[in-house]
Protein backbone atom coordinates (compact mmCIF):
# COMPACT_ATOMS: atom_id res chain seq x y z
CA UNK A 1 0.00 0.00 0.00
CA UNK A 2 1.72 3.52 -0.96
CA UNK A 3 1.28 5.47 2.43
CA UNK A 4 0.66 9.06 -0.03
CA UNK A 5 -2.88 9.92 0.36
CA UNK A 6 -3.95 7.28 3.03
CA UNK A 7 -5.79 7.97 6.24
CA UNK A 8 -4.40 6.53 9.26
CA UNK A 9 -5.52 6.45 12.98
CA UNK A 10 -3.22 5.83 15.57
CA UNK A 11 -3.92 5.43 19.43
CA UNK A 12 -1.83 6.86 21.83
CA UNK A 13 -0.81 9.33 18.71
CA UNK A 14 -0.13 12.35 21.43
CA UNK A 15 3.42 10.78 22.70
CA UNK A 16 6.08 8.14 22.07
CA UNK A 17 5.39 5.52 19.36
CA UNK A 18 2.15 7.13 17.94
CA UNK A 19 3.48 10.80 17.90
CA UNK A 20 6.74 9.17 15.87
CA UNK A 21 4.39 7.34 13.98
CA UNK A 22 1.97 9.94 12.57
CA UNK A 23 5.07 11.77 11.79
CA UNK A 24 6.42 9.50 9.27
CA UNK A 25 2.74 8.67 7.76
CA UNK A 26 2.55 12.49 7.67
CA UNK A 27 6.00 12.84 6.31
CA UNK A 28 5.41 10.15 3.50
CA UNK A 29 2.38 12.59 2.10
CA UNK A 30 -0.26 10.63 4.74
CA UNK A 31 -3.04 11.89 6.60
CA UNK A 32 -3.42 10.94 10.36
CA UNK A 33 -6.37 11.27 13.10
CA UNK A 34 -4.68 10.86 16.57
CA UNK A 35 -6.67 9.03 19.32
CA UNK A 36 -5.54 9.68 22.76
CA UNK A 37 -6.69 10.71 26.06
CA UNK A 38 -4.71 13.47 26.73
CA UNK A 39 -6.37 16.60 25.09
CA UNK A 40 -3.95 19.34 26.39
CA UNK A 41 -1.39 17.42 24.32
CA UNK A 42 -3.01 16.01 21.53
CA UNK A 43 -4.11 18.93 20.07
CA UNK A 44 -1.02 20.57 20.42
CA UNK A 45 0.38 17.35 18.50
CA UNK A 46 -1.83 17.78 15.66
CA UNK A 47 -1.32 21.18 15.08
CA UNK A 48 2.41 20.54 14.47
CA UNK A 49 1.87 18.19 11.79
CA UNK A 50 -0.82 20.57 9.38
CA UNK A 51 -3.91 20.19 8.01
CA UNK A 52 -3.48 16.58 7.13
CA UNK A 53 -3.47 15.78 10.83
CA UNK A 54 -6.52 15.84 13.44
CA UNK A 55 -7.19 14.74 16.95
CA UNK A 56 -10.34 13.21 19.21
CA UNK A 57 -10.08 12.88 22.25
CA UNK A 58 -10.93 9.19 22.99
CA UNK A 59 -11.08 6.17 25.71
CA UNK A 60 -9.85 2.69 23.84
CA UNK A 61 -12.19 0.83 26.61
CA UNK A 62 -15.13 2.61 25.75
CA UNK A 63 -17.48 1.60 22.52
CA UNK A 64 -19.04 4.66 22.24
CA UNK A 65 -16.09 6.93 22.66
CA UNK A 66 -14.09 4.27 19.94
CA UNK A 67 -17.06 4.57 17.93
CA UNK A 68 -17.33 8.42 17.79
CA UNK A 69 -13.55 8.66 16.88
CA UNK A 70 -13.72 6.19 13.93
CA UNK A 71 -17.17 8.51 12.76
CA UNK A 72 -15.00 11.62 12.84
CA UNK A 73 -11.67 10.17 11.15
CA UNK A 74 -14.26 9.16 8.40
CA UNK A 75 -16.11 12.47 8.46
CA UNK A 76 -13.11 14.64 8.20
CA UNK A 77 -10.78 12.31 5.82
CA UNK A 78 -13.14 10.00 4.00
CA UNK A 79 -11.95 6.67 4.74
CA UNK A 80 -9.39 4.99 6.85
CA UNK A 81 -6.62 2.99 5.45
CA UNK A 82 -4.31 2.16 8.57
CA UNK A 83 -4.82 1.96 12.02
CA UNK A 84 -2.14 1.53 14.90
CA UNK A 85 -2.70 0.79 18.23
CA UNK A 86 -0.25 2.17 20.79
CA UNK A 87 -2.31 3.52 23.67
CA UNK A 88 -1.56 1.42 26.60
CA UNK A 89 -0.29 0.96 30.09
CA UNK A 90 2.21 -0.63 32.45
CA UNK A 91 1.94 -2.02 35.97
CA UNK A 92 4.59 -3.40 38.16
CA UNK A 93 2.70 -6.14 40.96
CA UNK A 94 3.37 -9.64 42.00
CA UNK A 95 1.10 -12.01 41.37
CA UNK A 96 1.68 -12.41 45.27
CA UNK A 97 3.70 -10.10 46.63
CA UNK A 98 5.18 -8.73 50.17
CA UNK A 99 3.28 -10.47 53.73
CA UNK A 100 1.68 -12.80 50.60
CA UNK A 101 -0.66 -10.18 49.64
CA UNK A 102 -2.44 -11.29 46.43
CA UNK A 103 -1.65 -8.91 42.79
CA UNK A 104 -4.95 -6.41 42.83
CA UNK A 105 -7.58 -7.92 40.66
CA UNK A 106 -8.44 -4.19 39.58
CA UNK A 107 -5.03 -3.54 38.64
CA UNK A 108 -4.95 -5.95 36.40
CA UNK A 109 -8.46 -5.45 35.10
CA UNK A 110 -7.60 -2.11 34.59
CA UNK A 111 -4.15 -3.13 32.12
CA UNK A 112 -6.69 -5.72 30.13
CA UNK A 113 -9.05 -3.26 29.72
CA UNK A 114 -6.33 -1.18 27.60
CA UNK A 115 -3.92 -2.78 26.00
CA UNK A 116 -5.94 -5.69 25.20
CA UNK A 117 -9.72 -4.81 25.33
CA UNK A 118 -9.05 -1.40 23.69
CA UNK A 119 -6.54 -2.93 21.02
CA UNK A 120 -9.00 -4.92 19.73
CA UNK A 121 -12.19 -2.49 20.44
CA UNK A 122 -10.26 0.12 18.33
CA UNK A 123 -9.04 -2.63 15.76
CA UNK A 124 -12.26 -4.10 15.13
CA UNK A 125 -14.21 -0.93 14.45
CA UNK A 126 -11.64 0.50 12.16
CA UNK A 127 -11.84 -2.62 10.34
CA UNK A 128 -15.37 -2.10 9.96
CA UNK A 129 -14.91 0.72 8.08
CA UNK A 130 -12.28 -0.32 5.65
CA UNK A 131 -14.15 -3.13 4.29
CA UNK A 132 -16.32 -0.08 2.24
CA UNK A 133 -12.93 1.05 0.80
CA UNK A 134 -12.42 0.72 -2.59
CA UNK A 135 -9.81 -2.31 -3.12
CA UNK A 136 -6.14 -1.44 -4.53
CA UNK A 137 -3.49 -3.33 -5.46
CA UNK A 138 -3.83 -7.36 -4.68
CA UNK A 139 -6.99 -6.37 -3.42
CA UNK A 140 -5.81 -4.40 -0.57
CA UNK A 141 -8.14 -2.39 1.22
CA UNK A 142 -6.33 -1.70 4.67
CA UNK A 143 -3.71 -2.48 7.55
CA UNK A 144 -3.99 -3.13 11.23
CA UNK A 145 -1.01 -2.73 13.13
CA UNK A 146 -1.13 -3.76 17.03
CA UNK A 147 1.75 -3.14 19.75
CA UNK A 148 2.98 -6.16 21.55
CA UNK A 149 6.50 -6.36 23.59
CA UNK A 150 8.57 -8.62 24.06
CA UNK A 151 7.40 -8.82 27.80
CA UNK A 152 5.39 -10.89 25.78
CA UNK A 153 7.46 -13.46 25.74
CA UNK A 154 9.86 -12.87 28.52
CA UNK A 155 7.83 -11.05 30.84
CA UNK A 156 10.02 -10.05 33.68
CA UNK A 157 9.25 -10.14 37.44
CA UNK A 158 6.09 -8.36 37.87
CA UNK A 159 5.09 -7.78 34.98
CA UNK A 160 2.12 -10.72 34.65
CA UNK A 161 -0.55 -8.58 33.80
CA UNK A 162 1.56 -6.82 31.04
CA UNK A 163 3.16 -9.51 30.26
CA UNK A 164 -0.76 -11.53 29.78
CA UNK A 165 -1.97 -8.56 27.36
CA UNK A 166 0.67 -8.08 25.39
CA UNK A 167 0.90 -12.00 24.99
CA UNK A 168 -2.57 -11.71 23.91
CA UNK A 169 -2.06 -9.13 21.29
CA UNK A 170 0.20 -11.35 19.60
CA UNK A 171 -2.13 -14.14 20.01
CA UNK A 172 -4.86 -12.19 18.25
CA UNK A 173 -2.97 -11.54 15.45
CA UNK A 174 -3.03 -14.56 13.27
CA UNK A 175 -6.50 -15.20 14.00
CA UNK A 176 -7.68 -11.32 12.77
CA UNK A 177 -5.34 -11.70 9.83
CA UNK A 178 -7.15 -14.69 8.96
CA UNK A 179 -10.72 -13.42 9.92
CA UNK A 180 -10.07 -9.90 7.64
CA UNK A 181 -8.15 -11.93 4.51
CA UNK A 182 -11.49 -12.26 2.62
CA UNK A 183 -12.05 -8.00 2.65
CA UNK A 184 -8.31 -7.39 1.83
CA UNK A 185 -7.45 -5.87 5.69
CA UNK A 186 -4.40 -7.25 7.26
CA UNK A 187 -3.05 -7.26 10.13
CA UNK A 188 0.73 -7.40 11.73
CA UNK A 189 2.17 -6.55 15.18
CA UNK A 190 5.25 -5.17 16.50
CA UNK A 191 6.56 -6.35 19.62
CA UNK A 192 9.15 -3.41 21.34
CA UNK A 193 11.84 -3.92 23.07
CA UNK A 194 12.95 -0.72 25.37
CA UNK A 195 12.30 2.66 23.41
CA UNK A 196 13.50 5.82 24.38
CA UNK A 197 9.37 6.84 25.08
CA UNK A 198 8.12 9.86 27.43
CA UNK A 199 7.72 6.88 30.04
CA UNK A 200 11.50 4.90 30.04
CA UNK A 201 13.15 8.51 29.61
CA UNK A 202 11.96 9.73 33.07
CA UNK A 203 12.77 6.39 34.64
CA UNK A 204 16.69 6.98 36.85
CA UNK A 205 19.58 5.31 35.08
CA UNK A 206 19.44 1.73 38.10
CA UNK A 207 16.44 1.40 35.89
CA UNK A 208 17.72 1.73 32.20
CA UNK A 209 21.01 0.65 32.68
CA UNK A 210 20.08 -3.00 33.17
CA UNK A 211 17.85 -3.23 30.78
CA UNK A 212 20.52 -1.29 27.90
CA UNK A 213 22.97 -3.82 28.87
CA UNK A 214 20.79 -7.00 27.83
CA UNK A 215 20.49 -5.61 24.59
CA UNK A 216 22.78 -7.30 22.36
CA UNK A 217 23.14 -4.02 19.59
CA UNK A 218 22.95 -1.17 19.17
CA UNK A 219 23.50 -1.14 23.22
CA UNK A 220 21.12 1.64 23.97
CA UNK A 221 17.38 2.56 23.85
CA UNK A 222 15.40 1.71 20.84
CA UNK A 223 14.46 5.35 19.47
CA UNK A 224 10.71 6.53 18.36
CA UNK A 225 11.32 6.77 14.69
CA UNK A 226 12.67 3.19 14.27
CA UNK A 227 9.24 1.68 15.46
CA UNK A 228 7.50 4.31 13.03
CA UNK A 229 9.97 3.06 10.05
CA UNK A 230 8.72 -0.71 11.07
CA UNK A 231 5.16 0.57 10.84
CA UNK A 232 5.77 2.17 7.42
CA UNK A 233 7.56 -0.88 5.99
CA UNK A 234 4.64 -3.11 7.44
CA UNK A 235 1.94 -0.68 5.05
CA UNK A 236 4.21 -1.06 2.19
CA UNK A 237 5.13 -4.41 2.19
CA UNK A 238 1.67 -5.59 1.24
CA UNK A 239 2.91 -9.33 1.32
CA UNK A 240 3.58 -9.39 5.08
CA UNK A 241 0.43 -10.36 6.97
CA UNK A 242 -0.53 -12.20 10.28
CA UNK A 243 3.08 -11.53 11.67
CA UNK A 244 4.78 -10.06 14.90
CA UNK A 245 7.91 -8.65 14.77
CA UNK A 246 10.09 -7.96 17.55
CA UNK A 247 11.58 -4.74 17.38
CA UNK A 248 14.43 -5.24 20.32
CA UNK A 249 18.36 -4.65 19.38
CA UNK A 250 17.89 -8.41 20.18
CA UNK A 251 17.27 -8.49 23.95
CA UNK A 252 16.37 -11.37 26.15
CA UNK A 253 14.46 -10.37 28.86
CA UNK A 254 16.13 -11.26 32.21
CA UNK A 255 13.85 -12.82 35.23
CA UNK A 256 14.82 -9.11 36.93
Known sequence: ????????????????????????????????????????????????????????QTDVTDEASVQAAIDATKEKFGAIHVC??????????????????????GVFNMVVQINLIGTFNVAR???????????????????????????AFDGQVGQVAYAATKGGVVGMTLPIARDLAPLGIRCN?????????????AAPDKVKMPLI??????KRLGNPP?????????????????????LDGGIRMQPR
Open 125 to 151: LAAAVMAENEPGEDNERGLIVNTASVA
Open 226 to 246: EYAAMVCHMVENTFLNGETIR
Open 84 to 105: VNCAGVGSAMKTVGRENKPHDL
Open 1 to 56: MNIQGKVAVITGGASGLGQATAEAIIAKGGKVMILDRDEKKGPEVAAELGENAAFV
Open 189 to 201: TIAPGIFNTPLMN
Open 213 to 218: EMTQFP
